[in-house]
């Protein structure tokens, strides 16, 4: 098992995701910190990209205002060197396929591995195409982790044998940004999953509240929030990094309270 696998071993794995550089370079830094401090087991650090294809308007925003502040390939990496120097959280980046691509993925895992950065998500990788990026990713221990959708079908048994350090389930069709309810085979979507593989589940797409984080957190060993952190940022620019703190101390004390709703359902 991957060192990210062992994060979800005790406890449910709460994954906030931030768009690198939005809206500059040190709030970035300070984001992540806070979301660490908060409580987050993971950091999502999203690459901008031009045609983030899976992405809804507020992450696209995001996109724009890290584009505006001169977001580069190597500008990332510098972000995630402030970053270690402050905190070891770990670190998986979102990333469509054209950026290691094109920054070679050799080059480009190798200075994951540097800053320790645990694993990529790449939302248009698909199945078949795992073998292009999967053995140097192999070599230099960073997970490539894959998703799950509500229509992978038959191809779930495929992705579930192959996947390392977390798998990425879907909680719905469309792009990401809020939602108010979820497809509702999700709960079926999961135990489907881990039929197949032991490595650890979690949901993302539209969860927006402490509550929905706490329901999915239920049905999968972690979840996923983006759009909702991208929002506080975009509200608060460079003030945003206490109210990103205080969500994350929310969303943390909420998936993590089996005692709690057990004495409720009392
Ligand atoms: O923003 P949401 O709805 O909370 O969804 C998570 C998400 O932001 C993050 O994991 C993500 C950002 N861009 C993506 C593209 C594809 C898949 C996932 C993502």
């Known amino acids: 098992m991957s060192n990210l696998s062992d994060i ?3 406890k449910k794995a709460f994954i906030p995701f931030v768009v690198a550089d939005d809206p500059d370079f040190d709030t970035t830094v300070k984001n992540v910190v806070s979301l660490a401090n908060g409580g987050a087991d993971i950091v999502e650090l999203g690459i901008p990209f031009s045609d983030p294809v899976a992405d809804g308007p507020v992450i696209q925003a995001a996109d724009l205002r890290a584009f505006k502040a ?12 402030a970053v270690r120097k402050l905190t070891d959280v770990p670190i998986v980046f979102l990333t469509y396929l054209n950026i ?23 939302p248009d990788l698909p199945l078949e195409s795992r073998d292009e990026i999967v053995p140097t990713a192999n070599q230099y221990g960073i997970d490539i982790i894959p998703l799950v959708t509500p229509t992978s ?11 390392t350090g977390f798998i990425y389930v879907v909680s719905s069709m469309g792009i990401t940004g809020q939602r108010d309810s979820f497809y509702s085979g999700i709960q079926e979507l999961v135990a489907e999953i881990r039929k197949y593989t032991n490595v650890p589940t979690a949901i993302g797409f539209g969860v927006h509240t402490p509550e929905q984080a706490a329901q ?14 991208v929002d506080i940022i975009d509200k608060h620019g ?7 703190n205080r969500f994350a101390v929310s969303v943390s004390e909420s998936i993590n309270q089996e005692g709690t709703k057990a004495a409720k359902a009392v």
């Not at 691509?101 to 050799?106: A, D, L, S, T, V």
């Not at 079908?153 to 495929?158: A, E, P, Q, S």
């Not at 999915?216 to 952190?229: F, H, K, L, P």
């Not at 460079?238 to 990103?244: L, T, Y």
């Open 70 to 81: 001169g977001i580069t390939t190597d500008k990332v990496f510098e972000i995630v060197e």
């Open 153 to 163: 079908g038959n191809r779930i048994k495929k992705i579930a044998e192959a996947a």
């Open 8 to 10: 979800f071993k005790n």
């Open 100 to 122: 290691p691509f094109k920054y070679g993925f050799n080059r480009f895992l190798k200075r994951c591995s540097e800053l320790n950065v645990s694993g990529l998500v790449i």
């Open 216 to 229: 999915m957190a239920e049905i999968a060993d972690g979840v996923i929030i983006g759009s909702a952190i």
């Open 238 to 244: 460079i003030s945003a990094p206490e109210q990103v």
